[in-house]
């Protein structure tokens, strides 16, 4: 019998408990807590005029939830999963975090880019872990173009899952446009609330991870392209 998304969903997606310390006591709201984690690579692919081709992800899960996982998925009981339990596994990861945006994160000047919907996502184990593999590109064209500063990283809106870029190496730009420069930027907490404190609502210090502003904290890939830059 397939698997419901709920089992996955829960453990991706579930609000964490978050403690609230009376705001005077605290120099900082309490955040919620992962309980998931993994290590991200992001590989963008650019065309020759600029355009963004793809995005290709990997994540790399913790040995807690990756085994966790393989006892879930394990039909037969021989302690791995053939291609139809990978299969099966693809399909909930997929439902489960599909209505999340894959977490993915794109602005362009600060805008949300829409991402298309992913044809390839894969799941798959190596060396005991389990690897989330799929391509992504978005649904308008966007160009990596004079005068715009376009940002990617991924985040998980519920703070459930801590997924992030070990090392700035794990961000990889191909054909990356004359007059454009990328940086990863990994926010301070304490800077990135200061600097957002006008959008930050009541409901974010109650409730982070209702909020959808937990992309404050996440590292991302910013490239910047100068007002007299080209893109060819």
């Known amino acids: 019998m397939p698997h419901s998304t ?3 969903k829960s453990r991706f997606v579930r609000f964490a408990t978050v403690g609230i310390a009376a705001a005077s006591a605290l120099p900082s709201p309490a955040l919620a807590h992962p309980h998931v984690f993994a290590e991200a690579r992001l590989e963008l692919t650019v065309a020759p005029d600029g355009a ?3 995005l290709a992800h990997v994540w ?11 006892m879930e998925f394990d039909k037969n009981g021989d302690l791995q999963l053939d291609k139809n339990e990978l299969l099966d596994l693809g399909r909930v990861i997929n439902e489960s975090i599909a209505e999340f945006k894959y977490f993915q994160s794109v602005l362009d000047n600060g805008k949300d880019v829409k991402m298309a919907k992913p044809t390839d996502l894969a799941a798959t184990f190596t060396d005991n872990r389990l690897l989330i593999v799929f391509t992504s590109k978005p649904e308008q064209p966007l160009k990596l ?3 715009h500063k376009v940002s990617f990283g991924v985040y ?3 703070f459930y899952t801590a997924i992030d870029y070990v090392n ?7 054909g990356l446009p004359a007059g454009c420069a990328p940086k990863v930027v990994r926010p301070d907490p304490d800077e990135a609330l200061a600097q957002n404190q006008a959008s930050l609502t009541e409901a974010f210090f109650n409730d982070p991870a209702g909020t959808d502003m937990s992309k404050i904290f996440a590292t991302r890939l910013e490239i910047d392209c100068a007002t007299s830059g080209k893109t060819g």
């Open 60 to 70: 790399r899960f913790d040995d807690v939830f990756s085994s966790t996982v393989l």
């Open 145 to 147: 173009a004079a005068g």
């Open 168 to 174: 700035d190496n794990d961000l990889v730009v191909n």
């Open 6 to 8: 709920s089992w996955l």
């Open 52 to 54: 963004v081709e793809k």
């Open 156 to 158: 998980d809106p519920t």
